[in-house]
């Protein structure tokens, strides 16, 4: 097939789903196209060597990647946001339709940053059969807010404008699926396709010296959390429950975010002696780390739009053969129950998780490691590339062969023989 892929973020950002993707299809004989901006995640800054301009196309075996202009002055704020968003989306509709000319299907990597740019391309291409994947809950990436309001209506309108115009839609979770098919998809046309992470670096590992010295510092156990402390996370209740047992558990927090201080703030007021923080890392350097803690920590706050999400640090957790303590609930619980990979609790619990804590603490090295077997069997099983890529390739073939014709106008779908 000819199949183009349009993504707001891809390699070398830190876009592993749609930069894998595209790559594997290639590699399997595919033509693919793809349309992306430049890399500017996550400061929000152009990346340095590269220089916003029109004509800038790369080639590979079978992957051309075309990237466009969009706004990018790191204004993180809302404002900012949709600026960028929807520049992207005037830039990808403009050069788009050329671009993608002849394409057998239109692969769609569709968080809310891609959504004005696909219901604007959508319209310039006609007829091509389109396939979205959603990664997440849309409301989860627009702030909410009287002064938001009107733009997280925008947005909704043309998320729920693609996804009618979609000859399938791949989400990540089952509650996910049942998200899209509420605000009425066909639920015929919906699937689920779980992430999967950067498999030529998330494997499992040897902790090295050098590893071991940066997260351990005596003989407890070590709870690690690896990736962004923001208000997501609501890592508050992680540091709750390490200060209840600061005898028996270590909490070691790698990574930055925008609620950093606050959480290093209750730290300090409780007296967790045992919370320490490490500074961003290398992707390359993470599964080292992993290897050098006794458990991954996977934690989310209780919104109803995060029940449907999982984290990309529990796949690369299962990836590695890291045991895992979740504190969330919905699929990112279900998932680690089912694969018997680690130890879970109800989210924003400090109780529960000083309990969930304590008895990681004490299960024997033994059962960690068969734990991390286990999830790590899983992952292969269900989560990995190979099994992501077939069921994808799938779908784009069942779309391509359906002669699937959007009518952006009317939101309207009409399927010829």
């Known amino acids: 097939m000819r199949v183009g892929i349009l993504t707001y973020h891809f390699p070398p950002e830190p876009a592993f789903v749609p930069g894998s993707l595209a790559e594997e299809l290639a590699a399997r004989g595919h033509e693919v196209l793809v349309l992306t901006g430049f890399p500017d995640y996550p400061g929000g800054h152009v990346y340095p060597g590269w220089r916003q301009r029109w004509h800038h196309e790369t080639h590979s075996r079978g992957l051309t990647v075309r990237r466009v202009p969009r706004y990018s002055t790191g204004d993180g704020g809302p404002r900012g946001r949709m600026a960028s968003w929807l520049s992207f989306a005037a830039s990808a509709a403009l050069v788009g339709r050329r671009y993608l000319a002849g394409i057998d299907v239109l692969y769609v990597y569709q968080p809310p940053a891609t959504a004005f740019a696909s219901a604007a391309l959508l319209r310039r291409?006609?007829?091509?059969?389109?396939?979205?994947?959603?990664?997440?809950?849309?409301?989860?990436?627009?702030?909410?807010?009287?002064?938001?309001?009107?733009?997280?209506?925008?947005?909704?309108?043309?998320?729920?404008?693609?996804?009618?115009?979609?000859?399938?839609?791949?989400?990540?979770?089952?509650?996910?699926?049942d998200a899209v098919v509420a605000v009425g998809t066909d639920?015929?046309?919906?699937?689920?396709?779980?992430?999967?992470?950067?498999?030529?670096?998330?494997?499992?590992?040897?902790?090295?010296?050098?590893?071991?010295?940066?997260?351990?510092?005596?003989?407890?156990?070590v709870v690690m959390h690896a990736g962004t402390i923001g208000p997501r996370q609501g890592l508050e209740t992680a540091v709750r429950a390490a200060a209840a047992l600061d005898s028996t558990v270590d909490l070691v927090l790698v990574g930055s975010g925008t609620e950093e201080r606050r959480v290093r703030r209750l730290a300090v007021e409780l007296r967790a002696d045992n919370v320490s923080f490490v500074e961003r890392r290398s992707p390359l350097d993470m599964p080292e780390l992993y290897a050098a803690a006794d458990y991954q920590l996977v934690v989310l706050r209780d919104l109803p739009a995060l029940r449907g999400t999982v984290p990309a640090k529990l796949q690369?957790?299962?990836?590695?053969?890291?045991?895992?303590?979740?504190?969330?609930?919905?699929?990112?619980?279900?998932?680690?129950?089912?694969?018997?990979?680690?130890?879970?609790?109800?989210?924003?619990?400090?109780?529960?998780?000083?309990?969930?804590?304590?008895?990681?603490?004490?299960?024997?090295?033994?059962?960690?490691?068969?734990?991390?077997?286990?999830?790590?069997?899983?992952?292969?099983?269900?989560?990995?590339?190979?099994?992501?890529?077939?069921?994808?390739?799938?779908?784009?073939?069942?779309?391509?062969?359906?002669?699937?014709?959007?009518?952006?106008?009317?939101?309207?779908?009409?399927?010829?023989?």
Not at 126 to 148: C, F, I, K, N, S
Not at 195 to 218: D, H, K, V
Not at 362 to 373: C, D, T, V
């Open 125 to 177: 291409l006609g007829r091509v059969p389109v396939m979205l994947h959603v990664p997440d809950l849309w409301a989860g990436d627009v702030p909410a807010g009287t002064e938001q309001d009107r733009w997280r209506a925008r947005t909704r309108a043309a998320i729920l404008r693609t996804y009618r115009a979609a000859g399938a839609v791949a989400v990540t979770t089952p509650s996910l699926r």
């Open 187 to 221: 639920p015929d046309r919906v699937r689920v396709v779980p992430n999967w992470t950067e498999e030529r670096i998330f494997q499992p590992a040897t902790a090295s010296p050098a590893a071991s010295r940066l997260i351990r510092r005596g003989g407890r156990c």
């Open 316 to 417: 690369a957790a299962l990836s590695c053969g890291s045991p895992v303590v979740a504190s969330t609930g919905g699929d990112t619980a279900a998932l680690v129950e089912r694969a018997r990979a680690g130890l879970s609790c109800p989210p924003e619990d400090w109780a529960s998780l000083a309990d969930r804590f304590w008895l990681a603490a004490h299960i024997p090295a033994s059962a960690r490691a068969e734990m991390g077997r286990r999830g790590r069997e899983a992952y292969l099983r269900d989560m990995s590339l190979s099994a992501g890529v077939d069921r994808i390739e799938e779908l784009l073939r069942e779309v391509a062969a359906g002669g699937i014709r959007q009518d952006l106008n009317h939101d309207r779908l009409s399927y010829n023989s």
